[in-house]
T-cell receptor
Framework: GENVEQHPSTLSVQEGDSAVIKCTYS??????FPWYKQELGKGPQLIID?????GEKKDQRIAVTLNKTAKHFSLHITETQPEDSAVYFC????????????FGKGTMLLVSP | GAVVSQHPSWVICKSGTSVKIECRSL??????MFWYRQFPKQSLMLMAT?????????EQGVEKDKFLINHASLTLSTLTVTSAHPEDSSFYIC?????????FGPGTRLTVL
C-alpha cells in the first residue's frame, strides 16, 4: 500500500521567514495530494491540494509543488506569521475520490514573533 | 470550503457506558464519511469508511462491535463507542467527502474514567 514520509517533524522559524515541508510517497498511482493544517485541539483544515496533472499551485502565501518523477511534493509558506503555528499534515491518494487518504506523520511548525 | 460539524466536542463518561458521536455535513451531501482516531502528537488513524445506506468498512484491527458506525443519511454519520474503557479515551475526528475532496470535523475529545 501507499506510504507517505514527511519531513521535518518540527520546524521553527522567525516571523517573516519562509517555511518548507517535504513529503515523499511510494505509490506511483497516487494522483491527489492535499495538505491539512491542524491547530491544537481542533480538526484538520484543508489549506491547499494539488492533482497529478499540475506541477505547482499557489494560494496567497502558500504554495505546493509536485514532482511526480521523484514522487515528492512540498508545501511552501512565505512571510510566515505566528498564526501559521500548527501541525501540518500531507496526504496522498491513488485512484478516485472513493479511495482513502494516506497521511504523513505531521510537521509541527512554530513561528516566533 | 465545505463545513463538517461534530457533536459533542468533548465528553466524559464512566467505564462501561456507551457514547454516541454525531458527524454532519452542513452544506453538502456526503455519500462517504470517514472516522479517524488521533492520539496525542500522532497522525490520523483511519478507523472506518462509511457509505450512506450501507455497512461501514473497518480498518484492520478496529473492532466493529465496539465502534458502531451508522450512516443513515447523506448528511449524518454516527460513531457509537460501546462499553467504553479508559483505553478508548482519544480524539475522534470525522471526515466527509464532497466529490473527491475530504473535509474534517472539529473533533470530539472522549475521556473514559
Amino acid at each position: 500500500g501507499e506510504n507517505v514520509e514527511q519531513h521535518p517533524s518540527t520546524l521553527s522559524v522567525q516571523e517573516g521567514d519562509s517555511a518548507v515541508i517535504k513529503c515523499t510517497y511510494s505509490d506511483s498511482a497516487s494522483n491527489y495530494f492535499p495538505w491539512y493544517k491542524q491547530e491544537l485541539g481542533k480538526g484538520p483544515q484543508l489549506i491547499i491540494d494539488i492533482r497529478s496533472n499540475v506541477g505547482e499551485k499557489k494560494d496567497q502565501r502558500i504554495a505546493v509543488t509536485l514532482n511526480k518523477t521523484a514522487k515528492h511534493f512540498s508545501l511552501h509558506i512565505t512571510e510566515t506569521q505566528p498564526e501559521d503555528s500548527a501541525v501540518y499534515f500531507c496526504a496522498a491518494r491513488a485512484g478516485s475520490g472513493y479511495s482513502t487518504l494516506t497521511f504523513g506523520k505531521g510537521t509541527m511548525l512554530l513561528v516566533s514573533p | 470550503g465545505a463545513v463538517v460539524s461534530q457533536h459533542p466536542s468533548w465528553v466524559i463518561c464512566k467505564s462501561g457506558t456507551s457514547v454516541k458521536i454525531e458527524c454532519r455535513s452542513l452544506d453538502f451531501q456526503a455519500t462517504t464519511m470517514f472516522w479517524y482516531r488521533q492520539f496525542p502528537k500522532q497522525s490520523l488513524m483511519l478507523m472506518a469508511t462509511s457509505n450512506e445506506g450501507s455497512k461501514a468498512t473497518y480498518e484492520q484491527g478496529v473492532e466493529k462491535d465496539k465502534f458502531l458506525i451508522n450512516h443513515a443519511s447523506l448528511t449524518l454519520s454516527t460513531l457509537t463507542v460501546t462499553s467504553a474503557h479508559p483505553e478508548d479515551s482519544s480524539f475522534y475526528i470525522c471526515s466527509a467527502r464532497e466529490v473527491d475532496t475530504q473535509y474534517f470535523g472539529p473533533g470530539t475529545r472522549l475521556t473514559v474514567l
